[in-house]
């Protein structure tokens, strides 16, 4: 089905973590000359508006419902156009104003040698349903495709597209019509997938909706502009990994991510699951990378620095490059602290989770996890502990799944800090700790 590609693991920033629903024109302006002055040459290139960029005033709370009235009418307004599809709101993005849409604002992002993308929410809004609106190119109405059935449960502003009444495509085509209008090179589709603390249970309880993102995926590939589809929320189930593959980029494999470390821990158990089912052109997604300034308008907790300590953000990343998840970055950008720009300017880590191949896990023992990947003439091993109170030591050439690989290659250089590594002798690793190293074949 898919016709555009998307060969690596997307790089970039999405606006959710630092301002959640209430991002403005001028904060995302300034993560965008951020991104363009320190990481666009390093492959950092997606800038992205997280979601109710059409509510004018949504606060800092983490969903801003709609009050509605006993004719089912919202308030307030979210801003749409005469055919109920939503339009950036002008009070937060002046540039819109007049019907102009996202495309000075995309026209801006390309500018800087960017790209643009935006979230949606799947479905149609209520308040065009409630007005009845006209389907562009159709005969349809928004009252005739609606499914009242079919809601968010997180969030009441849209209602569900049901795929199989005449105009349901229709509207999302015109949906994609308007979008490319715009320049948009990335959309992140949410309330599709499964919402469950651990993917693969019982299929009756699974609330992945295939047919909207069918719809979805048909209308983002009928135009000639390539746009990356990322699928949201998570975790998306494995039972659906080949439908998944088949009408998206990229999906969420896992709940919205945040700066603890049960939430960390609790990724390694998601990329498990989902360690063969990578394919190029197909990413399951770890969701984002909260370093720096976050939730200054919400939506998780008050403004604050990551919680995490510097060893857990090494361990983060660790993973993230060995697995080749997508790498979205969700803080405040100017505010961003040296350690964690170090980071995530390390050009050899994100080489690896751009190209590297043969990503798995080796080795787990609960504590001591060890996985493996490799890129060019180097093989590169990672030892995780995710033990709360001791540290982990041992002698990796002794290991028997080690034993081959480090049999010419007594010496391992950590890529995060340069420390060169007898493989032969005793290691030790500290809880929460991970050790990166890069080993010549």
């Not at 085509?173 to 599709?192: C, G, M, T």
Request: hydrophobic fraction near 35%.
């Amino acid at each position: 089905m898919k016709k555009f590609e998307c060969p690596a693991p997307p790089m970039g920033w999405n606006s959710f973590d630092a301002f959640g629903s209430s991002v403005t024109e001028e904060q995302f302006k300034a993560n965008v000359d951020y991104i363009a002055e320190h990481l666009r040459d390093l492959g950092w290139e997606y800038a992205v508006i997280d979601f109710c960029w059409s509510h004018p005033s949504p606060g800092a709370v983490a969903n801003p419902d709609l009050e509605y009235d006993e004719t089912g009418k919202g308030s307030p307004d979210l801003c749409m156009d005469e055919y109920g599809r939503l339009l950036p709101h002008p009070g937060r993005f002046p540039s819109a104003a007049d019907g102009r849409g996202f495309k000075p604002l995309a026209d801006y992002v390309h500018s800087k040698g960017l790209k643009f993308g935006i979230h949606i929410m799947r479905g149609i809004p209520r308040n065009a349903v409630q007005a009845d609106m006209p389907v562009k190119n159709s005969s349809a109405t928004a009252a005739s495709i609606a499914d009242p059935a079919s809601t968010c449960r997180w969030l009441n502003h849209m209602t569900g597209v049901d795929m199989t009444k005449e105009g349901a495509q229709d509207y999302y085509d015109s949906v994609f019509e308007l979008y490319r209008s715009w320049d948009v090179d990335y959309i992140k589709a949410d309330d599709l997938t499964y919402l469950h603390p651990h993917p693969g249970l019982d299929p009756k309880d699974d609330q992945y909706a295939e047919a909207e993102i069918e719809g979805i995926s048909r209308a983002l590939h009928k135009g000639d502009r390539p746009m990356v589809l990322s699928l949201s929320c998570g975790p998306t189930p494995l039972t659906r990994a080949d439908h998944v593959k088949t009408y998206s980029h990229m999906w969420r494999i896992t709940l919205d991510f945040w700066d603890n470390w049960d939430a960390l821990k609790e990724l390694f158990y998601y990329a498990r699951c989902w360690m063969d089912k990578q394919e190029i052109h197909c990413w399951p997604d770890a969701d984002m990378i909260p370093f720096g300034k976050i939730s200054l308008c919400g939506p998780k907790g008050s403004p604050r620095y990551s919680g995490f300590t510097d060893e857990e953000k090494i361990t983060l990343m660790s993973l993230l490059v060995m697995y080749r998840s997508p790498l979205m970055l969700g803080g405040n950008l100017p505010e961003i602290d040296d350690f964690s720009l170090n980071l995530l300017t390390n050009k050899e880590a994100l080489e690896l989770n751009q190209n590297g191949s043969g990503s798995r896990e080796l080795f787990n023992n609960g504590d001591l996890l060890i996985w493996v990947s490799e890129r060019e003439k180097k093989r590169y091993l990672a030892f995780f502990n995710l033990g709360e109170k001791y540290s982990v030591s041992f002698i990796p050439a002794e290991r028997s799944e080690l034993k081959n690989m480090l049999k010419n290659a007594p010496f391992g250089r950590d890529i995060w800090k340069e420390d060169l590594i007898n493989l032969t002798e005793s290691v030790s690793i500290q809880p929460h700790s991970t050790l990166l190293l890069a080993i010549e074949k």
